[in-house]
């Protein structure tokens, strides 16, 4: 069962356009939605990250919008750039549990072109 | 800050042999998690470690794989008799408190030949 599902495998979007990356859970006891960044060869980068008493996080260019009753997120990346192209991991925890392990979605890999 | 140190960076072991893989969490933190990443499963949880006590290892394959924590500075994931189907990337991450912001290291890539 995959408890973290992310809708898309791929995006590519222009350079100074939005992407928007969707991500849904099933675990209602989730309670802290990480967003990670990988280049190849590179371990995952924290990205940007919401707990569930919030509906939106923004940071920069990177914004989350977060729906508790749907439970589902998404990652708007504003004005994307060349250099955002990566794979997106979304990834949620029981924060407040016994453990604060991550569970991941399969990842979406961005391209953007300029 | 130098991050979390992960070495070595590429193993390549025979069929059977053992494969230790460390980690050096970012100095302060608390916690230590492992994951393993493979194109077909995705990153997936292993073990956990929090003030050098494992708190969970409901990830880690029952045989073979162990993990401990002697200290502050470093974490170690042992693989015993290695399979192919071990090849992987293994990621160690540390948290200052094993609630929230997980902090990635760069991986260590296993090839089992």
């Known amino acids: 069962q995959q408890q973290v599902r992310q809708s898309s495998q791929s995006l590519t979007v222009w350079e100074g356009e939005t992407a928007i990356l969707n991500c849904s859970y099933e675990n209602s006891a989730f309670d802290y939605f990480p967003w990670y960044q990988q280049f190849p060869g590179e371990g995952p980068a924290l990205l940007i990250a919401i707990r569930s008493v919030s509906d939106k996080k923004e940071d920069g260019r990177f914004t989350i919008f977060f729906n508790k009753r749907e439970k589902n997120l998404s990652l708007h990346i504003k004005d994307s750039q060349p250099g955002d192209s990566a794979t997106y991991f979304c990834?949620?925890?029981?924060?407040?549990?016994?453990?604060?392990?991550?569970?991941f979605g399969e990842g979406t890999q961005v391209t953007v072109i300029s | 800050n130098a991050g979390v140190i992960q070495t070595p960076r590429h193993k390549v072991t025979g069929k059977g042999q053992e494969a230790t893989l460390w980690c050096e969490p970012i100095?302060?933190?608390?916690?230590v998690f492992w994951y393993r990443q493979t194109i077909v499963q995705g990153l997936e949880f292993l073990t956990y470690?929090?003030?050098?006590?494992?708190?969970?290892d409901s990830g880690m394959p029952k045989e073979r794989f162990s993990a401990q924590m002697p200290n502050q500075s470093h974490s170690t994931l042992k693989i015993q008799s290695t399979q192919p189907q071990d090849s992987a990337v293994y990621l160690c991450?540390?948290?200052?408190?094993?609630?929230?912001?997980?902090?990635f290291g760069p991986g260590t890539r296993l090839t089992v030949l």
């Open positions: 991450a540390s948290s200052l408190d094993g609630q929230y912001e997980q902090y």
């Open positions: 990834a949620a925890s029981d924060a407040g549990g016994l453990s604060g392990k991550l569970t």
């Open positions: 100095s302060g933190h608390s916690a």
């Open positions: 470690f929090r003030n050098q006590a494992p708190i969970d």
